[in-house]
Structures are given as structure tokens and as C-alpha cells.
């Protein structure tokens, strides 16, 4: 070892080790397999308190969590379904916000067994997108109406930190006259998902304005990580674990943790998960932002799909999201277009918050083949590819009004303040006005006429009710979403409470 890789070791064991607790990480496998085999209990009164607990919007401990995971009685499951859909209704109300995301590089030195951007994969064509290249596809983005990006990054020299600012650079960027040239369209919230980082690193991802930075950890398991990422930055499983707290530290407290379900028992998976946000909060008082549930899929140039032994059903996956709702209620839940649309619509309803749509996800994938997915550029095969404006649609005919609103971290409302609005249910009141603005301005410049008619009966609804809520009224707020309203209606864009 050189000098200097021995320096960068040093450097990067001190970045880790400053959040351990007593000495010890926050996963501790062997008490997670003792929860998940000691915490059976089938009594309706018993796992029915747990329920009553999450419904007054307060976590549950790791034992409930496993309580909830182990049930066993169908009845009761029904009972979490419906109690997951109040929960969503009581904390983000009837809203569903949507993201685009866009992949810049597929290079990667990594060698993950399930994922097609893996270095030793030679079916991969490799790829990283020019700054023309990232403002060209961002436009194909701005103009199916979205206004909130994920920009995804594979792990190597050439997509390293500065490379990351002036790609989020080149988004931000772009403003474009919509195609019925009613309005302009732009993204105006760029979240991040790549590799953990220095925090240094994390400060100039910062300061170039990210929303939100997204790390999943695949798999808590340390033994089954250890297999599945044999080579690579990827293979330190610690350095992963703490790159969360690493972004809490260098200022960034919008933040998303996920696992890849089919890496390893789910029921395990989700423990992980629910330990990683208690371990945010108590160490900086905030929660993780969201909580992403990927389901392994076929990638190219591996068969790993077909080998594991931990796929997880539709049943399970329905399962997993609802405890995970029930126990973070405050926190958003991320469905993406890898799941089928059946999938998608109904596990929607137990608690999801944000979902994506018109997702390419090969490299170039929206410019440049005409909107088609083409198979061969993809990291793996996508299950819905509904455009937004179907999506809507759909959503709209039950009632759901699609909010394209980024006030809330450009106003500041990030990290603890949000958290708390979320927790006193107050953010869910603050966002209806802004859902209504930005979904006007979606239905006035993006949205195909059929579309238009029924989201602007949603909107009509919306705007009644908010009108007899004393709240809205006693703050001024009826008459001032009104004013911004009209606004929009004569081509103003952009206006936010
Ligand atoms: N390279 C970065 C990393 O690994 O953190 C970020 C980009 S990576 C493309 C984003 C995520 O894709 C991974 O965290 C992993 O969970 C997911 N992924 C990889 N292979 C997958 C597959 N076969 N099916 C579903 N999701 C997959
Ligand atoms: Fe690279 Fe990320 Fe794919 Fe692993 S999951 S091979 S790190 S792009």
C-alpha cells in the first residue's frame, strides 16, 4: 500500500467510525434474526394496538416492526391495508407526486452480480453522456411535464464528483417553451442516486443544489453483500452504511434509503431498513426523507435473476410496503416503473407517495430512440411504461391529484422542518394549495385533452374543499391560492406558496 492509499484508508475509517454507538454498528444481524424468530404474536388485540399506534402517526420500535412482519392471520393483513391507506390519506392527504429518472452513465468498476452496469458484464454497451447530451435529454423530460428528476450515475473515475455538479448543472439549466407553447416547463428539483461519498464531496453536492441524495444499501446483510459485491468501491459494506449520515454532516438532510428486495429474505430487509432511519433520527433527529423497495430484476449479461433463492412475490412485496408504512408514517415510499402497472395500482393504494412515469432508463433512452425502450440500452427490463400523462389520468379518475411541487426545499421546508410539519400533519394542508398550482400548470401545458377533462374535475373538488376548511380561510391562504390560481390561468408559471 502506498502512502497515500494508506492516508485515503485512514481518512475514510474515520469517516465511518465516528457514528458507531458503544462501538457498534446499528445493524446487528444477529439480534434482527432473534426479533424476527421471538416477535409471534398472532393475538387480534395485540397486533391491533400496534396498528391504532401507527395510525396516530408515531414510528413503531423494531420488535412491533417485527410483530407486524410475522403475522400470519389474512384478516389482519386486510386490517394493515387499510390502515396503511389512512395513514398515506391523514399525512400526504389524496396527493401523489412523480419523478423522472435519468441515467448519465452506465460506466461502473463495480462488480454487483444482479446489475447490468457491472464492469465484467460485456454484453453492456458503455456510455456516458456530454452535457449536450444531458440538456437534450432533460428537454425530451421537461416536455412530458415533469418538473422533478433523479439523476442516476454507475461508479468510476469519469463520472466522479465534478462530473455529477455539472451534469445537475446542465439540468437546472434547461428551460423550454411547452409543445403547446402555453407555458415554459423546467426541472426544478434534481435528486441525486449515486455512489457513497466523502464528505467533502457531499459539501459540492450541496452547493450545487441537489434535493434530494439517495444510497441504497442492497442488502444488510453482511455475509450476502459481501458475495454479491466481490470487487470494487461498492465492497466495503460500512463505508455504504454510514454514507447517509456522511450527507447529514455535510448539510444534506433531504435524504433516501432503500434495499433491493431478492437479495436476501425480505423480512430481514425491511429490519434493516426500519434500523437505518431509527439510527438517522437518534443520531440527528431527522429521518430519512423516503424509502425506496426496488424488486431485483433481469439484467443483462446475468442469470443471477433466475439463481437467487430469495425472490419476493407479489404478496410479500404488497406485504413489505405496508409494514414499512405503518412503521415510518411520516416517511414518503417510492414505487418506480420496474414493477408491472397491476402491481403498481394496487400497492399504490397501501401507502406509496411518489412514483415515476414516461421511464427510460438506458443511457441517451428518451432523445434518441424516439421514445422506445430499447432493450439492449437498458440495466434491467422495466415493468410499466406508462407515459406521465396516462398515469395522471388514471389517477386523477380515483381521485388522486398529481402534485409537480418543489416549493418545500426551495422554501427551505427540508430535513427537521419538513419532518415536523409531516409529524403534526400540517405539511399535508400546505402542499393541497401547491398540488392544485402545479397540477393547473401541468393540465394548461402539458396534458392531452382527455386528461385535461377529468383533471380539472379533480382540481374543481380540491378548490371546493379547501374552500369551507376554516384553516385555509383564517390564514388568508383560500384567497391567496386563488390569486396564484388565476395567475396560472393567464400564463404565469412557477408561482408557489
Ligand atoms: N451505482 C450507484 C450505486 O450502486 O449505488 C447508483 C446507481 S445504481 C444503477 C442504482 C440502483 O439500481 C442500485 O442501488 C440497485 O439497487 C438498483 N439495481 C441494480 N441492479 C438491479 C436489478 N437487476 N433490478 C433492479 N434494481 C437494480
Ligand atoms: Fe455499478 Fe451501481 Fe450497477 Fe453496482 S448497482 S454495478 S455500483 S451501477
Redesign the pocket.
Known amino acids: 500500500m502506498s502512502v497515500n492509499e494508506w492516508a485515503n484508508q485512514v481518512i475514510k475509517q474515520s469517516q465511518i467510525d465516528k457514528y458507531l454507538i458503544n462501538g457498534k454498528d446499528f445493524i446487528n444481524e444477529k439480534e434482527i434474526s432473534e426479533k424476527l424468530k421471538l416477535c409471534k404474536n398472532n393475538d387480534k388485540n395485540y397486533i391491533r394496538n400496534i396498528i391504532e399506534k401507527s395510525k396516530s402517526i408515531e414510528t413503531l420500535t423494531p420488535d412491533e416492526v417485527a410483530s407486524l412482519l410475522n403475522v400470519t392471520d389474512n384478516d389482519l393483513w386486510e386490517e394493515m391495508y387499510e390502515a396503511g391507506a389512512e395513514i398515506k390519506r391523514k399525512v400526504y392527504d389524496n396527493r401523489i407526486v412523480f419523478f423522472a429518472p435519468l ?1 448519465c452513465s ?1 460506466l ?1 468498476v ?1 462488480g ?1 452480480k ?4 457491472r464492469t465484467n458484464n460485456k454484453e453492456e454497451k458503455r456510455r456516458i453522456l456530454n452535457m449536450d447530451e444531458i440538456k437534450k435529454e432533460t428537454e425530451f423530460v421537461v416536455d412530458e411535464g415533469h418538473k422533478r428528476m433523479i439523476v ?4 468510476h473515475p469519469l463520472s466522479d464528483i465534478d462530473y455529477m455538479c455539472e451534469s445537475i448543472k446542465a439540468v437546472y439549466d434547461v428551460k423550454k417553451k411547452s409543445p403547446n407553447g402555453n407555458g415554459y416547463g423546467n426541472i426544478r428539483r434534481v435528486n441525486v ?4 461519498m466523502s464528505t467533502e464531496d457531499l459539501v459540492k453536492l450541496k452547493n450545487v443544489g441537489i434535493g434530494t441524495y439517495q ?2 444499501q ?1 442488502t444488510y446483510n453482511r455475509n450476502i453483500y459481501k458475495e454479491l459485491h466481490p470487487f470494487g468501491p ?1 465492497s466495503d459494506y460500512r463505508w ?1 452504511l454510514y454514507a447517509l449520515h456522511r450527507a447529514m454532516d455535510a448539510g444534506i438532510d433531504d435524504l433516501a434509503i ?3 428486495f ?1 437479495l436476501y429474505d425480505w423480512k430481514f430487509e425491511v429490519m434493516g431498513l426500519i434500523y437505518h432511519a431509527l439510527d438517522l433520527e437518534k443520531q440527528f433527529g431527522i429521518g430519512p426523507h423516503t424509502i ?1 423497495f ?6 443483462s449479461g ?1 442469470s ?2 433466475s439463481d437467487t433463492k430469495y425472490l419476493v412475490n407479489n404478496d410479500e412485496f404488497k406485504k413489505l410496503v405496508t409494514v414499512l408504512r405503518l412503521a415510518v408514517p411520516y416517511t414518503g415510499l417510492i414505487i418506480t416503473a ?1 414493477e408491472s402497472p397491476e402491481v403498481r395500482d394496487e400497492v399504490i393504494n397501501v401507502g406509496c407517495t411518489q412514483i415515476d412515469a414516461s421511464t427510460r432508463i438506458g443511457v441517451g433512452g428518451y432523445s434518441e430512440n424516439n421514445g422506445k425502450q430499447y432493450k439492449e440500452k437498458q ?2 427490463m422495466l415493468g410499466d411504461t406508462r407515459s406521465l400523462d396516462e398515469m395522471i389520468k388514471i389517477l386523477a379518475k380515483k381521485d388522486t391529484i398529481t402534485s409537480f411541487c418543489t416549493a418545500g426545499y426551495r422554501c427551505g421546508r427540508t430535513g427537521d422542518k419538513i419532518m415536523g410539519l409531516l409529524k403534526g400533519c400540517v405539511e399535508g394542508k400546505f402542499c393541497k394549495l401547491n398540488a392544485v398550482l402545479t397540477f393547473k400548470e401541468y393540465l394548461e401545458d402539458y396534458a392531452s385533452p382527455e386528461t385535461k377533462i377529468v383533471g380539472e374535475k379533480v382540481i374543481q373538488k380540491e378548490i371546493d374543499e379547501i374552500s369551507n376548511l376554516p384553516f385555509f380561510k383564517e390564514h388568508g391562504l383560500y384567497n391567496k391560492l386563488m390569486d396564484y390560481y388565476n395567475k396560472i390561468s393567464k400564463g404565469e408559471r412557477d408561482v408557489y406558496l
Open positions: 441515467y452506465n461502473c463495480n454487483c444482479y446489475c447490468g452496469f442516476v450515475y454507475g461508479e442516486n449515486a455512489a457513497p444510497v441504497f442492497e461498492k455504504r432503500g434495499a433491493l431478492g425506496s426496488p424488486r431485483l430484476m433481469p439484467a446475468t443471477f435473476f420496474r440495466q434491467f
